[in-house]
C-alpha cells in the first residue's frame, strides 16, 4: 500500500496509474514467494546431496555386500549397524590356563584393533550375525599359519554390541574398542574349512583369517582411563595374571600378560 499511498498524496494522479502501482506491489510479493521457493528448494537438494554422499552405515542401512571368492550358492554377506535385541548364554567347557594357550590349534599374538564391524550371513532360509574384528599384529608370540608383524588379521568373533544387551559372559571381546591394544589367541581358518547353510557353502576364509575359540578368555584388552590403564581378561581362566595383578593392580600391562603367556607356551 505504500506505493498507493504516496501517490494519493501527491494528488491529481490518474487512477489507471494508481492501479498499476497496485499490480507492480502484487508483483514484487509474488517473486518474493517465488525467491524463498527456490532457496528451500536448493537448501533441500543440498542437504539430500549430503546424505548421498555418506556411507550407508551413517544413512542407518546396510553396507555393500562383500564379495564372496570361494563361497557357493545363494549366500549374501553384509555389514550391519543393528544387531537382534536377543542375546544367548555362554557355556565354556572348563579348560586350565595352560590348557586354553597351549592346547588349542591356535596363533598367539599381539596388536592394536584397527576396525570392527558386525556383519549378517543371509540366504534363503535365515540369518547370522558375528562381530570382524581387524588387528594390526604387532608382536607374534606362536605362530601356527600366516600370523606375522606388520600383518592385519580379521578375527571372527560374537557380534560386538555397544547397547549393553549381548551375551552373558562375553565380558572380554563385548568392550572392544578400536585403538585398544590387545593379546589375541586365535585359531586360524584352513583354506577350505567351511559352514554348510540352507541355500550354500560359506567359506570362512572368504570373510575372515581366523576366529576366537571364544569371546571371554580367548582375548586380553588393554583400556587406558582416566585413572589409568585396565587389563580386561577372564580373571577366573588365568590364575597366573589375576595373581600378578593382585601384587600391583594399578600397574598390570600387557608386558605382565606377554610374560604369563610366554611362560606357559614354554611348558
Not at 536377543?86 to 590356563?97: D, K, N, R
Not at 599384529?137 to 560386538?160: F, H, K
Not at 570362512?204 to 582416566?226: N, S, T, Y
Request: glycine content about 8%; some cysteine.
Amino acid at each position: 500500500m505504500k506505493e498507493k499511498k504516496l501517490l494519493r498524496l501527491i494528488g491529481n494522479i490518474a487512477d489507471e496509474y494508481i492501479a498499476e502501482a497496485d499490480v507492480v506491489r502484487v508483483e514484487k510479493r509474488k517473486y518474493r514467494w517465488i525467491t524463498a521457493a527456490v532457496c528451500a528448494i536448493l537448501i533441500i537438494a543440498a542437504g539430500y546431496a549430503v546424505w548421498l554422499g555418506r556411507s550407508p552405515a551413517e544413512n542407518g542401512t546396510s553396507a555393500a555386500e562383500w564379495k564372496l571368492e570361494r563361497s557357493t550358492g545363494d549366500i549374501h554377506v553384509t555389514e550391519v549397524t543393528e544387531l537382534p535385541e536377543e542375546g544367548s548364554v555362554a557355556c565354556l567347557a572348563y579348560l586350565t590356563e595352560e590348557e586354553l594357550v597351549t592346547q588349542s590349534d591356535t596363533n598367539v599374538f599381539r596388536g592394536t584393533i584397527a576396525d570392527i564391524q558386525n556383519i549378517c550371513i543371509a540366504d534363503s532360509e535365515g540369518k547370522k550375525y558375528y562381530g570382524i574384528i581387524t588387528v594390526k599384529v604387532s608382536e607374534v608370540y606362536r605362530d601356527l599359519e600366516g600370523c606375522e608383524a606388520g600383518q592385519d588379521i580379521r578375527i571372527l568373533t560374537e557380534p560386538i554390541r555397544m547397547d549393553g544387551i549381548g551375551t552373558f559372559g562375553m565380558d572380554t571381546m563385548e568392550k572392544a574398542e578400536i585403538g585398544m591394544e590387545g593379546i589375541f589367541i586365535a585359531r586360524p581358518y584352513a583354506a577350505h574349512e567351511s559352514m554348510d547353510m540352507g541355500s550354500g557353502t560359506l567359506i570362512w576364509k572368504d570373510i575372515a583369517d581366523c576366529e576366537l575359540p571364544d569371546g571371554v578368555r580367548h582375548a586380553f584388552l588393554q583400556k587406558k582411563g582416566i585413572l589409568g590403564q585396565t587389563i580386561l581378561y577372564d580373571k577366573d581362566a588365568y590364575p597366573s595374571v589375576w595373581a600378578a595383578e593382585r601384587q600391583d593392580m594399578e600397574k598390570l600391562t600387557l608386558d605382565d600378560v606377554a610374560a604369563v603367556i610366554q611362560e606357559l607356551l614354554q611348558k
